[in-house]
């Protein structure tokens, strides 16, 4: 058996030119175009194996494509018409288990007694150092533990979260309210080397913190996914309209530079007590702008 | 009566398929669950996994992870390769790994369910109607 397609580049280049083949009268959008570059590394992947396999490159690279089918028909697998099936929200509601109730309730009750003991220490003052340690102690762990129980939760839009990254979460929490603390100790006098012992546990939940938010997939339930994009759908003006952005940017500039130069000739002539209003003045016409400007009634 | 068994194997295999055709989607999810991966990896790791038994077509895949994707259950991102084309890679999101929990408990129920019904006359239980009735 001849291979009349084995070119200078050898497979390597075959197999782009029978995926630039077999993509040819295809209509090209940016889905489309990426599409073929994902087809286009798996291919290269597969050419290696059956190269591997003692197939000579043209061969494998025919072989390749062929096993891909027809690319009409993968176009149209990969873009469905999308219509899914609709429930409407209220009757995918999820109610919060008894349990989870019961246990947040008592873990709150916790919590706010801890609090209770902080509030006599700084209003009476007889409770001893040890007392308020276990107070704060307290208030952190039912923190902490009602944080990671919430988010292991599944609620009408979220699935539950994995229990590590939950406990992640609120070893998050723990650390940071602990560290709070610590800094509430150094105030009430017990010394710097509380305000030390709390700065390091509060930089450790923002540094845990920060790599959980940071690592954080979806967790939403699909309903919801769909109807963030219907919403992102309606809201977009500004991406449809960059005159609208610009004239809504110059707008708000405006807007601020007069409220803020009210506030400041009130308060210089009137007082304190009637200046604020330019600033309220200022968020009022800030919120009738956007509600005039991104929601354009329909024609 | 073994060789007529030997002689159906093909359209037992079709029967196997179309039975986990409907299971594409979490089966994808189950490769994802480890590691991230890319679409030819997927492929062969399902191959693989059955021994090379059975694959699920490559078009298939390519319109499961779209589906996946606009469910929020996988996220994609392109990889850093020069050579050959980058690859694009999926990660399951938690949505995915709950989806998956969840199918899969459902899964195990099935099995059993199936399992209990289909061999119900070789087992016989506790209420097994008395002969002559």
Do not use: C
């Not at chain 1, 059956?50 to 993968?74: Q, W």
């Not at chain 1, 999820?94 to 246990?103: C, G, M, Q, S, T």
């Not at chain 1, 709390?198 to 845990?208: D, E, H, I, R, S």
């Not at chain 2, 399902?46 to 059975?54: L, P, Q, S």
Request: net charge negative.
């Amino acid at each position: 058996m001849t291979i009349p397609n084995d070119t200078v580049g050898g497979s390597g280049m075959d197999i782009h030119r029978l995926l630039d083949e077999a993509f040819a009268g295809v209509e090209m959008t940016p889905e489309r175009q990426d599409l073929k570059e994902e087809v286009r590394a798996n291919l290269v992947a597969r050419v290696a194996e059956l190269s591997a396999g003692g197939l000579s490159g043209g061969a494998a690279a025919r072989r390749a494509i062929e096993e891909l089918g027809d690319v009409h028909t993968m176009i149209d697998g990969a873009e469905p018409a999308g219509a899914a099936a609709a429930t409407a929200p209220w009757q995918r509601r999820v109610r919060p288990r008894p349990d989870f109730v019961l246990r947040t309730v008592v873990l709150s009750a916790a919590g706010a007694a801890g609090l209770a003991v902080l509030a006599l220490a700084a209003a009476v003052g007889d409770v001893p150092l040890g007392g308020e340690i276990a107070a704060g102690l307290a208030i952190a762990a039912t923190a902490g533990a009602v944080t990671a129980d919430t988010l292991r939760q599944e609620t009408t839009g979220n699935h539950p979260m994995p229990a590590e990254r939950a406990a992640a979460y609120g070893i998050g929490v723990v650390l940071a309210v602990a560290g709070l603390g610590g800094g509430w100790l150094y105030l009430r006098g017990d010394g710097l080397g509380w305000l030390i012992g709390g700065v390091a546990p509060v930089l450790a939940a923002v540094g845990l913190l920060s790599y959980l938010g940071a690592t954080q997939t979806n967790r939403h339930k699909e309903w919801v996914v769909r109807m963030n994009e219907s919403h992102a759908a309606v809201g977009d003006r500004f991406t449809e309209d960059p005159a609208a952005a610009a004239r809504f940017g110059v707008y708000t500039v405006v807007t601020w530079l007069v409220a803020v130069a009210g506030f400041v000739v009130l308060t210089l002539t009137v007082g304190w007590a009637w200046s604020w209003l330019a600033l309220v003045a200022g968020m009022v016409v800030m919120m009738l702008m956007i509600a005039r400007m991104m929601f354009v009634p329909r024609p | 009566m073994v060789e007529n068994i030997r002689d159906d194997s093909s359209s037992v295999d079709v029967l196997a398929a179309d039975l986990l055709r409907g299971h594409t989607d979490t089966i994808v999810l189950a490769m994802l669950r480890r590691d991230d991966s890319y679409g030819f990896e997927i492929f062969k790791r399902i191959r693989d996994a059955t021994g090379g038994r059975h694959e699920i077509k490559e078009a298939t895949l390519y319109a499961t992870y779209r589906r996946l994707m606009k469910d929020g259950l996988i996220e994609a991102y392109w990889g850093d390769e020069s050579q050959g084309g980058r690859r694009k890679y999926y990660r399951i999101t938690d949505a995915g790994r709950a989806v998956y929990r969840r199918n899969m408990a459902a899964w195990a129920l099935t099995r059993d369910l199936i399992d209990s019904l289909l061999e119900a006359d070789r087992s016989p239980g506790p209420h097994d109607p008395a002969p002559g009735r």
